[in-house]
């Protein structure tokens, strides 16, 4: 009988078949979330100390901006293909591939003699840490189950969120204590035993997984995206220099053309039934599509205003490196209290959104209105404040809505491409709002940042006119159909 199935000899021989969990998995997570600190840290720390930098080593004002630029841009091209390598050469040996190339690239930076050596090693970091990051997700699958698996992805938010909040406090203090004489060396040198030590616990914690050869990678699909991307970031950050000739405008209408030959190629190559790196039937869906739009813009807005604010403190307001760290806390905490908000006010959906919007824009533009050459960091808080929870009321729900009208067999391949479209439009916000500020000519630092964030306002203010464009309320991956 059926009923033999409740008995406690056949309850023990089902629980038995049942897989154990994973002995190693909390401290596997400790291992993993290093990397992803690590990681988060180096793209924050270049915007502290890039006038150091430039003042060490030399170069143009562009250099400044390569250095954040460059490493989002390799992010990017790696990001498109770092998951499919962990699937297919075993994320275990993926993450310490990715772990040691990323030290090395540290190595790189910290013993730089040149702006070119600088911004190389980089690109070198960005690559390496696009291989390291995305296998974490992967091995969390593996290694947690139900509500475990909710705990460890919930310490994400918190780690990440103290990163964002001390990266550049840290880089500040690193240069201005000038360590053994390192100066801005020292930002990179200090993920040389963090990263050793990631390492020596990755080898021994983290679980093995199988390869899995039957997946492949579509390399032509990554570097027309790269190179698309790099065809718009590249005229953005040097046609100040080269005086805007007429083929770095040719240049960028070139993206454009890049971008269709990606999207027929994703298209033949799903047709034939190969592994596109995005879903072409996702460019169909104007849901996603509004996504992409909103997510770009908004990236673009955050991240720019965030290098531009840094770099003014210092060569406007003449703040030290720590000073100019310290003086971005308030924004990181507003940050954390709207994300924070966000799961109370969720059944609103992209109301939520269109708020965040609104407070933000007001944030920039009462910060832009205080802004003279004897302002404080105190007088700063609250305008900050204002735009950092802002801010946290987009980011908060911006996947989610996104996601929301996408089938579950396109769940992957839409997070993957919204994840990458983050990376891209940091890079472009830093591209433009760092020409903007550049560029303003016999303007003194101050005018030069007023411009600039009247361009953020408007660019915030776009995010919100393009979010009409989102689906009206959440709806879990899970449940699209």
Not at 419 to 431: E, F, K
Request: charged share 10%; net charge positive.
């Amino acid at each position: 009988m059926t009923m033999t199935l409740d008995t406690p000899s056949a309850a023990t021989s089902e629980n038995a078949l049942e897989p154990k969990p994973y002995r190693w998995r909390w401290p596997a997570l400790f291992v993993i979330l290093t990397g992803s600190v690590m990681e988060l840290l180096d793209m924050t720390v270049t915007s502290i100390a890039g006038p150091v930098m430039r003042a060490s080593l030399g170069g143009g004002t562009s250099m400044i901006q390569w250095l954040g630029v460059a490493y989002t841009l390799a992010m990017v091209s790696g990001l498109l293909t770092g998951g499919r390598l962990g699937d297919i050469f075993g994320r275990k040996r993926m993450f310490l591939i990715g772990a040691i190339g990323f030290v090395a690239g540290s190595l790189l930076c910290a013993v730089a003699v040149s702006p070119e050596m600088l911004i190389a090693a980089r690109v070198v970091q960005g690559l390496f840490g696009a291989a390291m990051v995305p296998q974490g997700l992967g091995m969390m699958k593996e290694m947690f189950a139900g509500k475990e698996l909710q705990s460890a992805f919930g310490m994400f938010g918190p780690v990440m969120g103290l990163a964002a909040v001390g990266g550049p406090i840290l880089a500040g203090w690193l240069v201005d204590a000038d360590l053994f004489g390192t100066g801005w060396r020292m930002i990179f040198l200090i993920n040389l035993p963090i990263g050793a030590l990631a390492v020596a616990a990755a080898l021994k914690f983290l679980p093995e997984s199988r390869p899995g050869g039957s997946l492949k990678l579509d390399i032509p699909g990554a570097l027309l995206a790269t190179t698309g991307a790099l065809l718009i970031v590249f005229p953005l950050v040097q046609g100040r220099e080269y005086g805007w000739p007429l083929w770095i405008f040719a240049m960028m209408a070139a993206a454009v053309v890049v971008f269709g030959v990606f999207a027929w190629f994703e298209k033949r190559k799903s047709r034939r039934g190969g592994d596109p790196l995005v879903e072409p039937g996702l460019f169909r869906k104007r849901s996603f599509l509004a996504g992409m739009a909103t997510g770009t813009i908004y990236f673009a807005a955050f991240s720019g205003f965030g290098f531009v604010f840094a770099l003014y403190l210092q060569l406007g307001l003449g703040f030290s490196p720590l000073k100019a760290g310290l003086s971005g806390v308030p924004m990181s905490l507003g940050m954390i209290v709207g994300m924070g908000l966000v799961q109370a006010v969720r059944k609103h959906g992209r109301k939520v959104l269109h708020t965040g919007a609104l407070i933000m824009a007001a944030g920039v533009v009462a910060l832009l209105l205080i802004l003279g050459p004897e302002t404080g960091p105190w007088q700063l808080a609250p305008a900050l404040l204002v735009v950092g929870v802002g801010s946290g009321l987009i980011m908060g729900p911006y996947f989610e809505i996104a996601l929301s009208g996408v089938e579950p067999s396109e769940a992957g391949s839409a997070s993957g491409a919204l994840t990458s479209l983050q990376q891209v439009g940091g890079a472009l916000g830093m591209a433009l709002l760092g020409t903007v500020f550049f560029d303003a000519g016999t303007a003194g630092p101050t005018d030069a940042a007023q411009r600039t964030f009247w361009v953020v306002a408007v660019m915030v203010l776009l995010t919100f006119a393009v979010g009409f464009l989102l689906p009206k309320r959440i709806r879990d991956v899970e449940s699209a159909g």
